[in-house]
C-alpha cells in the first residue's frame, strides 16, 4: 500500500543510519560485522528473494543477540521490520510493536538509538494517517493505545516525548565517540561535526522540533521566540532564560536542545561542532523569530561566528548564510522603487570570493562557489512582435542580466525548418537555424551597470521585406557557445492582420485597417501518422476573402482542430498563424465597426 511504501522508505534511510552509527561493541567486546551474511542478504534483496533475505536477516540477529553485538542486532532488526513490508498487512503495528519489544530489552546506547526509530515509526505513521487526523479534534483525558485514534496533539506528543528519551542519556551518549567504528562509516566531512553519539541523536531530533509541521492549533499563550538572546553569543544564548508556559511548543524544545548541544561544546578543543550547531541555531531562529529587528539580529550573528571562528573551514557557512540573505534581498530590488539593496548581490559576490577561495573544500566554500555562479550568470530573454510591418523598423524587448553585449542573426523561415521543430523538438531546429544563410546579423550594446539584476530596454532592428524569420539571440557571438545563454521567436513580416469571433474572420491592413478582399485562406492540417509516430502535413479547404475582408471556416470533419494552420496569401504579401498562438494584431489607436450580415465586431489595438 502507499502507507508501507511511505514506512519503507524512512526505515531504508533509518537502516543507512544504523549502519553509519552502529557497531557498538558491549562493553569492550570485539566488533563483529557479519560481512558475508550481510552479503548474502543483499544478493537475496537484489535478486526479488524477500523470504530467503528475511531468513537470512533472522539468522544475523540471532548471532548478534548471543554474541552481544547491539549494534547488529540494531542494524538485522531494522531490515527485518524492512523486508516485512511485502509480507504483512499489519506491518505498521508490526513495527511499532516490534522496537517496543526490543527497547525493553535493550541496553544503553542501544536503547536510546531504538527511541529514536521509535519515533521515527511515529512519524510516518502519523504521516499515513495525516488525511483522517487533520480535522480530529484532541479529546481530553488520557490516549488510547491504537494511535489510528489518536489526534495530531496525541502524536506531536508521542514523537516528541520519545526523541527526548532517545537523548535523555546525556553522559553516556556525550562519551560515546564514534572513532573505534571507522570500518564501518563512510568516510565524510561529518566527523568533527558530530563527533560522539549524543551529537548524533540530537541532531536527529532537532530535525522534528525545527521542521515545518504544524498541525496543532496555537493556544493564547503559544510560546513565540521574540527575545533578542536568541541571536546572541553561543555562550550567552546557551544560559539564556526563555519564558515558556506551552508545554507542546516544539519551537521551546528545540530551543533547549540547542542550548544544550552549544553547552556540551562551547569549550572543545576543536569548535567544529560548536560552529555546526550554532549556525543550525541561528538559521532556524531567524526563520521563526518575531522579533522586529531579526534582519539586523541575524546579520551581527552571522558576522560574529565568520570572524570569530574565520580560521576554522566550519565558519565559511555562517559567510555563507549571510552572502545568501544579501541575495534574497538583492531580489527585493525595484527599479521604479525600492532600491536600497540595488548592489546586494555585489556584497554576496565579496564575500563568496573570499571565503569560497579560503575553504574551497569545507560545506560552506562548495555553497558559496554555486551561489557564485548563481550571482554572476548571464541571462537572455527578448521578445519581437509576431507580426511587423513591412520596410519599418521594428523593436526587440531585450531583457538581460551580467552582459553588455547581445549578438542577434536573422535567417528565412521554411516549411522545412517548421517540419524539424515540429518533429524534433527546439534543440535540433536551433541545430538547423544555425545551418542556414544569414539575412541580417548585427552586436548591440547594452548599459551594464555591474549591479548583478535583471535589466530591460528595446533595442532596434533594420526593416525586413514580407516574409517568415527566426531572430536568434545571445551572449556570446558564435551564437551557440557552451556556457552562454541564448534564446530564439519565430516572427513575420506582413500587412495582413485579422480579428475573428469563432469561426467569422476578417482580414484587415495592418497600418490602415481597411478590409483586405481577395485574399487567399489556406487551411491545413497535421494528420497522426497510421501507426507510426509523428504527423502528415495535409492540406484543408480555400477560401477567398469578400469585399469586407471576410470569410467563415467551414466544419471540415477534422477533429484535431488545435492542430490547424491557416495561410494567408494576398497581393504579394504572406501570413502563417497557428491557431494555437495567433491573437489580432491591429495597429490603429481608434476603435472600428465592422458589420456583415447584422453580425457586430468591436475591435482595437493589440500587439504581441
Not at 572513532?179 to 531530533?205: Q, V, W
Not at 551597470?449 to 551572449?475: C, I, M, N, W
Request: glycine fraction near 4%; proline fraction near 4%.
Amino acid at each position: 500500500s502507499a502507507d508501507c511504501s511511505t514506512m519503507k522508505f524512512h526505515l531504508r534511510y533509518l537502516a543507512v543510519f544504523i549502519f553509519f552509527l552502529a557497531a557498538m561493541p558491549g562493553h569492550g567486546q570485539k566488533v563483529k560485522t557479519y560481512d558475508a551474511e550481510w552479503k548474502s542478504v543483499e544478493e537475496f534483496t537484489k535478486n526479488g528473494l524477500p523470504q530467503s533475505a528475511l531468513k537470512e536477516v533472522d539468522r544475523i540477529y540471532g548471532l548478534a543477540k548471543k554474541e552481544n553485538q547491539e549494534a547488529q542486532v540494531i542494524k538485522s532488526l531494522v531490515y527485518r521490520l524492512n523486508l516485512q513490508t511485502e509480507l504483512r498487512e499489519d506491518y505498521q503495528d508490526f513495527v511499532l510493536k516490534s522496537l517496543k519489544e526490543e527497547i525493553e530489552a535493550a541496553k544503553e546506547p542501544a536503547k536510546s538509538i531504538l527511541y529514536a526509530l521509535l519515533a521515527d515509526a511515529y512519524r510516518n505513521r502519523y504521516e499515513s494517517l495525516r488525511w483522517k487526523i487533520m480535522g480530529r479534534t484532541a479529546v481530553a483525558g488520557r490516549k488510547t493505545n491504537d494511535p489510528d485514534t489518536w489526534s495530531a496533539i496525541d502524536f506531536m506528543d508521542e514523537i516528541s516525548a520519545c526523541y527526548i528519551r532517545s537523548i535523555k542519556e546525556e553522559s553516556l551518549l556525550k562519551a560515546t565517540r564514534l572513532d573505534p567504528f571507522d570500518a564501518i562509516i563512510t568516510k565524510g566531512n561529518t566527523r568533527r561535526l558530530r563527533p560522539t553519539l549524543y551529537d548524533l541523536l540530537a541532531h536527529k531530533a532537532l530535525v522534528f522540533f525545527t521542521g515545518e509541521e504544524r498541525t496543532i492549533s496555537k493556544p493564547a499563550y503559544a510560546f513565540e521566540i521574540d527575545m533578542p538572546e536568541a541571536f546572541a553569543d553561543a555562550a550567552v544564548f546557551a544560559r539564556a532564560a526563555f519564558l515558556n508556559k506551552d508545554s507542546l511548543s516544539l519551537d521551546y524544545k528545540a530551543l533547549r536542545l540547542y542550548q544544550k548541544l552549544l553547552l556540551f561544546h562551547l569549550n572543545d578543543s576543536d569548535p567544529a561542532a560548536l560552529i555546526d550547531a550554532d549556525i543550525q541555531r541561528i538559521n532556524y531562529v531567524y526563520r521563526k523569530s518575531v522579533h522586529p529587528e531579526k534582519e539586523q539580529l541575524y546579520q551581527a550573528a552571522l558576522r560574529n561566528i565568520a570572524q570569530k571562528y574565520g580560521s576554522d573551514p566550519a565558519s565559511a557557512q555562517a559567510s555563507f548564510l549571510l552572502a545568501q540573505w544579501y541575495v534574497q534581498k538583492a531580489a527585493t530590488y525595484q527599479p521604479y522603487g525600492d532600491t536600497t539593496y540595488r548592489y546586494a548581490a555585489a556584497t554576496a559576490l565579496k564575500i563568496a570570493d573570499s571565503v569560497g577561495r579560503k575553504f574551497p573544500r569545507s560545506e560552506g566554500g562548495a555553497n558559496l562557489h554555486d551561489l557564485k555562479i548563481g550571482i554572476e550568470e548571464k541571462q537572455l530573454l527578448f521578445n519581437i512582435e509576431k507580426v511587423n510591418i513591412p520596410a519599418k523598423p521594428m523593436r526587440i524587448s531585450v531583457q538581460y542580466k551580467n552582459t553588455d553585449k547581445v549578438y542577434f542573426r536573422i535567417v528565412k523561415g521554411t516549411q522545412s525548418l517548421r517540419d524539424i521543430g515540429n518533429r524534433e523538438g527546439q534543440d535540433k531546429l536551433l541545430e538547423a537555424i544555425d545551418k542556414e544563410p544569414v539575412v541580417k546579423q548585427w552586436t548591440q550594446q547594452l548599459p551594464d551597470p555591474k549591479d548583478f539584476q535583471t535589466h530591460r530596454t528595446e533595442v532596434k532592428a533594420d526593416p525586413l521585406p514580407v516574409g517568415e524569420y527566426y531572430l536568434v539571440a545571445s551572449t556570446d557571438q558564435r551564437l551557440n557557445a557552451t556556457g552562454h545563454t541564448r534564446s530564439f521567436a519565430t516572427f513575420y513580416v506582413s500587412n495582413i492582420s485579422f480579428v475573428n469571433l469563432g469561426d467569422d474572420y476578417f482580414l484587415l491592413h495592418r497600418e490602415t485597417g481597411q478590409p483586405l478582399n481577395s485574399v487567399k485562406v489556406q487551411t491545413w492540417y497535421h494528420r497522426a501518422r497510421n501507426n507510426a509516430s509523428g504527423y502528415v502535413r495535409e492540406k484543408g479547404k480555400a477560401y477567398t476573402t469578400d469585399k469586407n475582408g471576410y470569410f467563415r471556416l467551414e466544419n471540415e470533419g477534422v477533429q484535431n482542430r488545435n492542430m490547424l494552420l491557416l495561410e494567408f496569401t494576398g497581393k504579394e504579401d504572406r501570413l502563417l498563424i497557428d491557431e494555437q498562438q495567433y491573437i489580432p494584431i491591429v495597429r490603429m489607436g481608434v476603435e472600428k465597426e465592422i458589420k456583415d450580415d447584422q453580425r457586430v465586431f468591436f475591435f482595437t489595438d493589440r500587439s504581441i
